[in-house]
Each structure stands twice: as C-alpha cells, then as structure tokens.
C-alpha cells in the first residue's frame, strides 16, 4: 500500500444496486473478532429478520475466520451472498498488534531537540514507589528518532524557517536505517502551522515510496505535544500491518459478498471506509469492545433502558462502559499497554477477566485469577482443545453453570477435564474442587466489580440508579453476582448477548471526527471560536459529500473542550446536536453550559473564574439504512429441558432447572434458581433472583435481598 494516495470509497452508506440478486432481500451483516470467538450477526433490511453465527477465532490470521464463517453464515440460512449490501467489521487486529508489539520497524522525525519527548513523555509514574516498573520503550528506538531544524513558536509563527539542506541531511541519515517500514512525523507546534510538516511528509514519500509515512496535523491536530507524537507514532507502527490485513481482507470478502460496502467500525463508535481504516489504523485500537457498547445501547432502548452498565465479557478479557440517556461515554484520551492514544474513543474500562482467565496460586499462597488468558488457542481445559491450566470457565463447569454444550452443539464440554485442571490449586488449598471453583468465580467476580467502580463511583456516579447488561459469551454467568456486589437491583441480558458486539456493528453509521485547537477565552466576543467552527463545518460537509452519499440523513455535532484559566485538564462541552448546520452560542449560553458539565463532574462550579475553550470538535454522522429487528413471539416450552446440580454458594448444590431460551415467550417469569441457555450465551439466574421476558425479548432479571 504505501504511499499511494488514499481513494477513499465513496458512499459507503448508499444502498448498493443488487442487479444479481433475485431473491429481493437486502442483508446486512456485523462480523465481531474476539480473542476467542469470531461472532457473525446478519439483518435483513426487507423484513427485519436477525441470524446470529459464530465460530472458533484464528488468531494467527483473524481474516480466516471471518471469511470461513462468513461462507457459514450464508450457507446454514441460505444466504443470497449477492444479497448483502453492507458488512460491517470489528477488528482486533489494531489492539494486538499494540499489547503484542507485533507492528512495523518505525522512525520518528521531529523538531531538532525533541528527539526524547516521546521516552520521557509525562513522567507519569502509576506506583510511585516501584522503581522497576516504567513506561514501555517507544515504538522507535533513539536511534530512530531523527531531528530537522525547525521551529514553529506558540502562535503558528515561523520562528526559525525549515530549510531544504536540513530536510536531505535527514532523508541521507534515513536511508541508511535498513528495513525501516513507517516514518511519524512530529513537529513542534504543527497543529497550528503544518507547512513544515508537509514538506518534511512530501520529501519522505519521494524518497521511499514505499514506507508509510504519517503525518502528525493529519492524525491529531491539537495541542499536547506528547500525546500527538504518541498517537501518531502509534498509527505508523501499525499502518502496515492493519494496512496489509484490510487490503487482504477486502479482496476476499469481495469473493463470497461482491455488492457488499466494507465499513471498518473505529474507537468512537461509528463506521469509516476500509480505505481511511487503513489509512488511520490508530482509530480502531477498540474497536470491537466500542461496537458493544453500541449494540447495548441499541439492546436497551428496546426495552426503554437508557441508563445502563455494560458488562463485555469475553473469553479474554471484561470491558465495561457506562451509557447515560442511550449515550455512550466518550474519553479522548486512553493508555492501551502502556501506549498513551489521543483521539476521541468509546470510553471503556478493561481488566483482564475472561472465561479464558487463567487460575494460579501466587508466591504469597494466595489465588489470583488473570490476567494472562488461555484465548483460543489451546483454551479452557474443558474445550478439549489441549488446554491443561485452569481457567474461569472449567470453574463455571465443576459449578454445573455451564451446558454440555456450547454454540449450538458445535463445542462439547468436559466436566472430567474441568476437575483435572482445577484438583492441583483446590489440593493446595485443601479445599473440595466445588469450592476451588467457587473462590475462582469470585475472584474474578471482584476483578469485575472493581471495573465497574472504576467508570461509576470513582467519577461520581451510583451504580444503584443503573442498569447492569451483561453481554459477550461469558456475561450472563457472572451478572447476578456482580450485580449484588454492586447493589444493583435490575439487570437486562439482550436476546443475542453473545453476539451484541456484531449486532452494534449492523446498527452503525458512518462518522467521522473532526477537531482544532482555538485557545480563546470565553467572553462577548466569540469571533476567534466562531471562525474555527466555520472551518471545522466546511471540513464536516466536504466529508458527507465524498462518503455520505446516499445517508437517509446527516448530523453535526459541535462540542467544546473548555476549562477555568490555569487548568490542566478540560472538560467537553456539547453545544449543538442537529441535522442543520451548527451554531455557536453566545459567550452566556457557553458559559451556563460549562458550568452545568462542572457542576456535574465535581459538585461545584465558580461564575467569578475565567473560562477558555482549548479545542473545537465536530462529529460527522451519516446515518446508514436501518431495520427494527423482528421481535416473533416463540411457541411456549416453559418446562424445563433438565435439571442439573448447581453450585451458587457454600451451603453446597441445588437442583438446578436448565432452560432453552429460544422457547421463552414474552411475560414469561422463571424464578431462580435456574439456567437459560441459547447459542450463544448462558444466563444464571441464582436462587436469590427471577428473570421475565419483556415484549422486546429481552430478559429483565430482578435481583432479591439487595
């Protein structure tokens, strides 16, 4: 890929002609890549009918279970393939390549005597007394990071000019860097003047054509310069490999779905061209975990939940998003393994608890459960896969929570395996396996608990007065327990929890985020701001021209980052949400705006203070054609399909009544104890809780004795 020019694909959104296709259906479908399933939903825009798949991920080449379950998917519910017109992906090929540091051999250009800025970065220390843990080495070695002199000063002033023998003594000492792949280039002050950047970008591509080169004022133009040469350095490090993975994957989805538009789903929760995908791969670094927050949303305005907790759990890791009014939260700024990311994200909070999470005792004597997972590959003990270590999920087996088998039959569980896996830690412990299994469960239920407390109380807000939506493979087993632990009454388990993130795949649009510094203080005149947001609009619908094509509607979305003089941090303020184009309001109305998002953060606010706004945003949307999804009543099978021991506490099992979920009709109510199992989940409902299904078929668990 390179250098080339970026075509980026146009209309994205529009609804592809389906000559070929004679079946008259319209099908979307969400393909989601976890670390140890690769989930597949399919809708049909025509009638609203939903098919969910999934199969075993290949995390050698996640494309090959894609492509694999793909052809599945079409094959097991006689899919037209000419009859998809959208595919929507969430990739973890980003996010791997990052905790993995699998990504290129990158260099770093920036202004002479910046060379150290992204090692010695905010000299942040996380445990202040722990004098070996440090920050990981930067993506480029010192010796790849190379100087220009240059200088462009505070108010985007050329302070001292960028000459062109500056420019070719850096291009020579380059080329004699072997097997370099990508270039950052990061230049002091570029968001407010990038002609030095550009020329530095412009002689880079002339002399190595084929070696990516990311350019700092196109990946984050705005202030905090070790954030930006971070991110960017980031999207270097992983342009060829996210490059490499999309052109591939592109060309073979091609070959089961011709009339397909390719969307690639970013942090930020919405859609961007395979093309900008891999232009910017720095943008999908969570992507798949953001697609689920989505997909919750969406889950919970069905059944008129809109303050909601999600609770991600895969076979790796729990991620966990607080969604405000059917809102996802967003952060601009996330460390991933250490890596700091300046770009507007999804914010979710991940630990590493998992069905995979792997069970040891520790030097002190004591059980630690994660974060190191047994993933796909070998996998839990029980899968039969060859896994011998003891994980979450053979836990959940000795406990009789889980069925003998898991997605639709295709995986048949070893209880026997399961004991094996677990005797060693329990015989350490001098306890039976049942109570190994039971201090398993509830560790990992604490691990998850404080993930919670990490996106609620710690930011002054009640876990009690949400709803808990459990999700992934692994989240209707452990809800109920961490749902108590929080006291939090009520829960929501979506029809489809295992395969969420791919259902907030298909309810997608296409997005794009634009953003400028504007350092100007809140006051009568806002002309300095006005004119900034003049811009940043002019950007937003050149974008919709080129992508939107065809968008049954288009949205602008003005927000501020605004702050009290002399504060480091600031916080965003929405100021206009509409299908029009935006306005700023008055110096008053940002103001009283500003105040009402302090007073909300930290409980008290000051009319007397200055205020600035630091940057201005603007949030693209182009929403996509969309479809209810069918809600079909099933027949009534209330009676259970057998009845197994259980294990929920101490005291010891109880007969535990197994349920098919498919055969739960709306109204019904089941009180715990019991198991409900479908393709691709299983909910427990402990003694101490009762599950209904509402007319959405969602089902609202209602937790006893909070």
């Known amino acids: 890929m390179g250098n080339r020019g970026i075509a980026f694909r146009r209309g994205i959104g529009r609804p592809t002609m389906l000559q070929k296709n004679s079946s008259g259906e319209n099908w979307v479908v969400g393909v989601d890549v976890g670390g140890t399933f690769t989930d597949f939903s399919a809708r049909n825009l025509a009638t609203g009918r939903v098919l969910v798949h999934k199969r075993p991920s290949t995390p050698d080449d996640p494309s090959r279970a894609v492509l694999h379950g793909l052809r599945e998917l079409t094959e097991k519910y006689r899919i037209d393939p000419k009859a998809i017109s959208r595919f929507a992906h969430g990739t973890t090929v980003a996010t791997n390549a990052l905790l993995q540091r699998k990504g290129a051999k990158v260099a770093l250009v920036t202004t002479k005597g910046f060379r150290d800025l992204v090692e010695i970065g905010r ?332 996106v609620t109380i710690e930011r002054g807000y009640d876990p009690r007065k949400f709803v808990l939506m459990p999700f992934g493979g692994a989240g209707g087993l452990h809800a109920a327990d961490v749902a108590r632990s929080l006291g939090i009454k009520r829960i929501i388990v979506p029809r489809a929890p295992g395969i969420l993130c791919a259902e907030g795949l298909i309810l997608s649009d296409l997005q794009e985020d634009f953003v400028a510094s504007c350092r100007t203080r809140v006051t009568g005149d806002m002309e300095v701001a006005a004119t900034v947001v003049a811009d940043l609009i002019k950007q937003g619908e050149a974008w919709i021209a080129q992508e939107g094509e065809g968008a049954l509607e288009t949205r602008l979305v003005l927000s501020l980052d605004m702050r009290y003089v002399g504060q480091n941090y600031e916080l965003s303020v929405e100021v206009a949400n509409g299908s029009g184009r935006p306005v700023l309001p008055g110096a ?64 010891g099992s109880v007969p535990t009544p197994m349920f098919d979920r498919s055969g739960l009709p709306t109204g019904a109510t089941i009180k715990g104890p019991a198991i409900i199992t479908q393709l691709d989940s299983t909910t427990v409902v402990p003694p101490w809780a009762q599950i209904t299904v509402d007319a959405a078929l969602n089902m609202i668990m209602e937790i006893n004795n909070v």
């Not at 059917?326 to 590493?352: E, K, N, Q, Y």
């Not at 603007?618 to 027949?635: M, V, Y």
């Open 123 to 454: 000299q942040v220390r996380p445990h202040i007394y722990d004098l070996q843990l440090d920050a990981p080495q930067p993506l480029a070695s010192r010796a790849l990071r190379f100087e220009v002199d240059e200088r462009i000063g505070p108010a985007g002033e050329v302070i001292r000019e960028l000459s062109d023998a500056s420019i070719d003594a850096m291009v020579a000492e380059l080329k004699k860097q072997p097997q370099i792949e990508g270039v950052a280039v990061c230049l002091i002050f570029s968001f407010l003047n990038p002609a030095h950047e550009k020329r530095v970008a412009a002689a880079l591509r002339a002399a190595f054509p084929d070696v990516f080169v990311s350019v700092s004022s196109e990946v984050q133009p705005e202030f905090r310069e070790f954030e930006r040469f971070s991110t960017t350095l980031i999207n270097a490090f992983l342009q060829p490999e996210v490059g490499r993975y999309m052109d591939r994957l592109k060309a073979e989805v091609t070959t089961v779905a011709p009339n397909a538009e390719f969307g690639i789903f970013q942090s930020s929760g919405g859609l961007m061209s395979v093309d900008r995908a891999a232009h910017f791969p720095v943008r999908t670094a969570l992507s798949g975990p953001a697609a689920g927050a989505v997909g919750a949303a969406g889950a919970g305005a069905m059944s008129d939940i809109l303050d909601i907790i999600t609770l991600d759990i895969g076979g790796t890791s729990t991620d966990v998003c607080l969604i405000q009014a059917g809102r996802t939260a967003i952060a601009s700024t996330r460390d991933i393994s250490g890596f700091r990311i300046r770009l507007p994200m999804v914010d979710i909070h991940t630990v590493g608890a998992g069905g995979g999470s792997i069970a040891r005792l520790g030097g002190d004597g004591l059980l630690k459960v994660g974060p190191e997972s047994a993933g796909a590959v070998p996998g839990p003990a029980c899968y039969r896969r060859g896994g011998t270590l003891p994980t979450v999920s053979d836990a959940n087996v000795i406990l009789g929570r889980l069925p003998v088998t898991l997605t639709g039959g295709d995986m048949t569980i070893d209880r026997n395996l399961a004991v094996k896996a677990v005797e060693p830690i329990a015989s350490e412990l001098g306890l039976s396996v049942e109570k190994a299994a039971l201090g398993i469960v509830g560790i990992v239920t604490s691990n998850m608990v404080r993930a919670i407390r990490a």
């Open 588 to 651: 008053d109305a940002l103001r009283a705006a500003f105040f009402a998002e302090y007073l909300r953060a930290y409980g008290h606010y000051d009319e007397q203070a200055p205020i600035e706004i630091v940057n201005v945003r603007l949030r693209t949307i182009a929403k996509l054609p969309q479809r209810q999804s069918a809600t079909e009543t099933p027949a009534q099978r209330l009676e259970p399909r057998d009845t197994k021991a259980a294990w929920f506490d101490e005291a």
